[in-house]
């Protein structure tokens, strides 16, 4: 009963460096969203996927990017990490078009220095 | 302006007080309100949410949306040490969630 799963749960960047963050829902969701969460700041939507085969910007888009790869999976690539990324980042999805009710993924620490 | 907005609060109450937290909201047009709860380096997790207004129970959490002034209340009764969390409220814009930034609730046993 995996639900969302995130890897890798921690990761430490140097600036300038590129990484993929992987998430897989095995709950046959439609919606997929990749979340920030800063401390004062709450949860900032970055890009979700109503559906297979489309992508969104959300509130803080700049310097990342998406791809849905499938139903099951959503990454979310740093092209070139600057310190300002360094957050928890959360994948969620949905099953219901309102959204709902989202599922969370246990996040992934990214620290870049 | 947010689309939410949430106190962070942080609270601290003793164990079996009546914990009140709050968000105000800006668009009269959202229907759906959200309180998701999250343990300390966990992902946030759904507690409860109403469609439009009025209340709604569940054991010993009440979640209440007042349409008319743009605010929706989350109380807990008799409140546990194991409901030391961060309570955030959310709203549905779209197909997509919008978060207020999290009140920090600790419950001294």
């Known amino acids: 009963n995996a639900g969302v799963t995130q890897t890798p749960k921690f990761q430490v960047l140097k600036t300038g460096q590129s990484m993929t963050l992987q998430c897989a829902q095995d709950?046959?969701?439609?919606?997929m969203y990749w979340y920030r969460q800063d401390p004062g700041m709450g949860l900032r939507l970055i890009y979700y996927s109503a559906s297979e085969g489309t992508t969104d910007k959300g509130e803080v888009p700049n310097g990342y990017n998406v791809s849905r790869l499938n139903k099951r999976e959503f990454s979310l690539r740093l092209e070139s990490a600057a310190p300002s990324q360094t957050s928890v980042y959360f994948c969620?999805?949905?099953?219901?078009?309102?959204?709902?009710?989202?599922?969370f993924g246990q996040g992934t620490r990214l620290t870049v220095v | 302006q947010k689309e939410v907005e949430q106190d962070p609060g942080p609270l601290s109450v003793p164990e079996g007080a009546i914990v009140s937290l709050n968000c105000t909201y800006s668009n009269s047009a959202f229907q759906y309100f959200m309180w998701y709860r999250q343990y300390s380096r966990k992902g946030p997790e759904l507690l409860m949410y109403t469609y439009s207004s009025g209340n709604k129970e569940d054991g010993r959490f009440t979640a209440q949306v007042d349409k008319s002034s743009k605010y929706i209340s989350l109380f807990i009764r008799d409140s546990q040490p194991s409901d030391s969390a961060t309570y955030l409220c959310a709203i549905v814009n779209d197909y997509k969630l919008s978060f207020g930034a999290g009140t920090t609730v600790t419950v001294r046993a």
């Open positions: 709950m046959n969701h439609n919606s």
């Open positions: 969620a999805s949905s099953g219901n078009a309102g959204g709902t009710e989202a599922f």
